[in-house]
């Protein structure tokens, strides 16, 4: 696979998400996904301790646009493919055979993100980073609706500046082999 120019992904600081789930009404509500049908992004509530030391963090994830993603090598019919000019992994959902026919993209993913929207025939389906807005000049929804500003979206060399190269999070645990795009900041 060809080295991306400029690998996009996202940031979630952690420290700041309220687990309101705004990111994820925002999404389905912009790519009209019915409320069911699947989830682009999902809110995870990571409980530790025992009382009276509890702990509770949210973890917003959505597909990781991975630097080698399993999902993408795991397709028997190429319909997953990076953007050469970013590295965003989309999916054509008119050669995608579909959960019923086959579903080893759901398999091969370690974050469980593929989607299979039973209003669109079981085709897989997933985040697309919002490449159409992203084109434009804008940010993703998720990231323009979150209040918390606990999410971001860019060049992960930008967006890797201001936390290192932070790869923790409650309830994250990065794959070295898809080498996730995202840059995290764990709770603390």
Sequence with gaps: ???IPQQTGFLFDQSRCSGCFTCVIACKQWHSIEYDAAN???IETIEQG???NLKVSFLSISCLHCQNPPCLSSCPVSAIHKREEDGIVLVDPAICL??????LCEKACPYEIPQ???SCEFKMEKCDLCFDRLDQGKRPIC???CPMRALD???LKELSKNFADGQEADGFVCSVEAK???VLKRKR
Excluded: D, L
């Design 1 to 3: 696979m060809a080295k």
């Design 40 to 42: 682009w992004r999902r």
């Design 50 to 52: 025992m009382f009276p």
């Design 98 to 103: 579909g959960k019923e026919r086959c579903g």
């Design 116 to 118: 299979f929207n039973p």
């Design 143 to 145: 990231v323009e609706a």
């Design 153 to 155: 979206a860019g060049p």
């Design 180 to 182: 996730p795009s995202i």
